[in-house]
């Protein structure tokens, strides 16, 4: 079998095999693709059947999860933690509570993880957990009894050198916090178990800010690495969640002028620049919709379709909300109206045709599983000061940070160039992420 053939065989196992999983089809296709040359320059994977064993979970844990709301009423939701790949270091993703998580969703964010997390240059594999709880609406004490009940079964298969979840969409500080004590309760061991906690219990300095900081850093290389860099340029940030608000105040420091941004309901667009503190007012502090700017701000207007947000003309595309949240029709209107960049906070959230649009107009394009690494390097960074009982300084945390995806650039500019691609990063982060999980899996035999 040539590696055409063979690709198009695992791709046909992963259809058969995961019915109606879209996004978890789309990601797997998205990495195969790329990895042709890597498959023909290295015979022995194929024969050492590694891909069919790469796109095939090590393990799917879904349960029940039980709780009562206010009014008495028993609720039931569905929980996953799906174990992805282990072959470079325990178990590392995070854990999304949101109402349109499937088994598809929480598997596609899985396997991205694996590449991910190995292009960190941590020792940290790949996994993703979450369930189909939307904690938006919900009173506190409802998403306490909810992350009782969800970590009363999780707790089972998690452990700091195992499996260590962080957050995701709809997991931040308050959920971690209840997630954490609900584990500490059922096991008594105080441990390293989930990053993202708070800092008076064995959280890192900057860990808040990493992802959205970690974006700009990776950008701001990509972008000097081309001449240019973010100073004077028009930035439009997606979502107004833990990823989109710190890759807005990074992008403001490094000179941009962010003059967009999102929640599910719709956008804001303020000419004048977004006022982060006050976004920070109304999504951390107030936990309300970002349509309550344009109330304080008079020459901001409020538009009620999210995906509009990508008509506005800017210079600099940061999606920091969800998957697939820019079409090809999204990205021919960033196309047309001058866009020369486009790096992803959140995961996945360029279609393929968004990909190939960008590609075409020659557009540089920061995938995901590089331009978002600084959030779970930084998680690594924790369970690291975890297990040394010690705890490093928001800017000793901020330049490890800063070096991460410094190297992470490098690593992904010169994979795509040694690979007869240069430029393509999307193909850089893939066959760079790969190839360490690939020889680590290779030398520890069939497993
Ligand atoms: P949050 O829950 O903090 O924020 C998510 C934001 O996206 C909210 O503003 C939310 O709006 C908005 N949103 C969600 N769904 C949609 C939608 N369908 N259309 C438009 N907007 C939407 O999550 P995070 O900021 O943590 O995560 C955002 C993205 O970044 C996700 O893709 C996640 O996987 C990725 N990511 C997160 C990391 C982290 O460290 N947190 C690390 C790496 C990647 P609303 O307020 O209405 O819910």
Same mark, same amino acid.
């Given at each position: ?108 964010? @899985? +396997? ?6 190995? &292009? #960190?240059? /941590?020792?940290? %594999?790949?996994?993703? $957990? ?46 971690? @916090? +209840? ?6 309760? &059922? #096991?008594? /061991?105080?441990? %390293?178990?989930?990053? $993202? ?251």
């Amino acid at each position: 079998m040539n590696v055409n053939e063979y690709i198009e065989s695992v791709l046909a196992t992963v259809k058969k095999r995961n019915p109606g999983e879209a996004e978890f089809y789309q990601a797997v296709s998205e990495v195969l693709d790329t990895l042709r040359p890597v498959l023909e320059a290295h015979p022995e994977y194929q024969k050492a059947g590694l891909i069919e064993r790469l796109v095939e979970p090590e393990k799917i844990i879904k349960f029940r999860v039980p709780w009562v709301d206010d009014s008495g009423k028993v609720q039931v939701n569905r929980g996953y933690r799906i174990q992805f790949n282990n072959a470079i270091g325990p178990y590392k993703g995070g854990l999304r509570f949101r109402d349109n998580v499937t088994e598809s969703v929480i598997k596609f964010l @899985g +396997f991205e993880q694996i590449f991910k997390n190995s &292009l #960190t240059g /941590l020792p940290i %594999g790949g996994g993703k $957990g979450g369930s189909d709880f939307d904690p938006k609406g919900k009173s506190d004490a409802e998403v306490m009894r909810f992350c009782q009940s969800f970590m009363t079964e999780l707790f089972k298969y998690i452990g700091a050198d195992t499996d260590v979840p962080a957050g995701d969409i709809g997991v931040g500080a308050r959920e971690i @916090g +209840f997630l954490y004590g609900q584990y500490k309760r &059922l #096991t008594d /061991l105080y441990e %390293g178990v989930l990053t $993202g906690k708070g800092l008076t219990y064995g959280g890192s300095l900057a860990r808040k800010e990493a992802t959205g900081f970690g974006l700009c850093y990776f950008t701001e290389e990509m972008l000097k690495a081309n001449g240019k860099s973010f100073k004077g340029h028009k930035v439009v940030i997606s979502g107004s969640g833990n990823v989109a608000i710190y890759a807005a105040v990074k992008a403001t420091a490094l000179g941009g002028k962010v003059i967009a941004m999102s929640d599910s309901n719709g956008f804001v667009y303020d000419p004048d620049g977004i006022d982060i503190e006050l976004v920070k007012q109304i999504k951390e502090v107030n936990r309300g919709r970002i349509s309550e700017y344009v109330k304080a701000r008079p020459n901001a207007t409020y538009g009620d379709k999210c995906s509009d947000i990508w008509g506005i003309k800017c210079d600099i595309a940061l999606p920091c909300a969800t998957q697939n949240e820019i079409n090809g029709e999204s990205a021919k209107k960033l196309v047309e109206n001058g866009c020369f960049c486009v790096s992803e906070g959140a995961n996945m959230p360029s279609t393929p045709e968004a990909i190939e649009t960008y590609q075409q107009a020659g557009i540089l394009f920061g995938p995901a599983k590089a331009a978002n690494a600084g959030g779970v390097a930084t998680s690594a960074l924790e369970m690291s000061q975890n297990s040394m009982r010690y705890s490093w300084t928001f800017e000793e945390v901020d330049e490890k940070l800063h070096g991460i995806m410094v190297n992470i650039f490098k690593n992904v500019e010169s994979a795509a160039a040694k690979y007869g691609m240069p430029g393509n990063y999307a193909a850089g982060a893939n066959i760079a992420g790969f190839l360490k999980v690939a020889d680590a899996m290779m030398a520890q035999g069939i497993v």
